[in-house]
């Protein structure tokens, strides 16, 4: 499981969904819950829990995407299986995320150690982990 600290810094409801907006460094992320722990306010720190599998990967960007989460990322490692390969995401000096995707895909994309891509993840992809402050 990849993780993210971060700031909760806008909470919108309607009903029983939750859009919840985060600050990462000088993103913003978004996650889209229909359960809300009580304790997530505004300046909350949390940590944001993402399946590897479900963080999909582009390579030299262009245009607008419906993800509403892309953060700018380095490989800093590729492990090869025979069907998926095991992306390690280098975002900051700090924090590093994993991604799995098909080995055709990574083949497909050229992707090596050092490349420039951008991390893509839906916001109902995204689940709190731990709440740090309330």
Do not use: W
């Not at 600290?5 to 913003?28: P, Y």
């Not at 582009?58 to 095991?86: M, P, R, Y």
């Not at 150690?113 to 992809?125: C, P, W």
């Amino acid at each position: 499981m990849s993780s993210l600290r971060v700031k909760v810094i806008e909470i919108k409801r309607c009903d029983t969904l939750h859009i919840v907006k985060f600050q990462f460094n000088r993103a913003s992320l978004s996650m889209m819950s229909l359960e809300l722990p009580s304790d997530v306010k505004i300046n909350t720190k949390v940590k944001l829990s993402i399946k590897p599998t479900h963080i999909a990967l582009g390579k030299n960007i262009s245009g607008d995407l419906s993800f509403s989460n892309q953060l700018d990322a380095v490989i800093s490692d590729i492990t090869n299986g025979e069907f998926l390969n095991s992306i390690s995401l280098k975002l900051d000096d700090k924090n590093t995320i994993e991604s799995i995707i098909t080995k055709e895909s990574a083949l497909r994309l050229q992707l090596k150690k050092g490349d420039r891509v951008t991390a893509l993840i839906k916001a109902s992809d995204i689940s709190i982990g731990q709440v740090y402050d309330a």
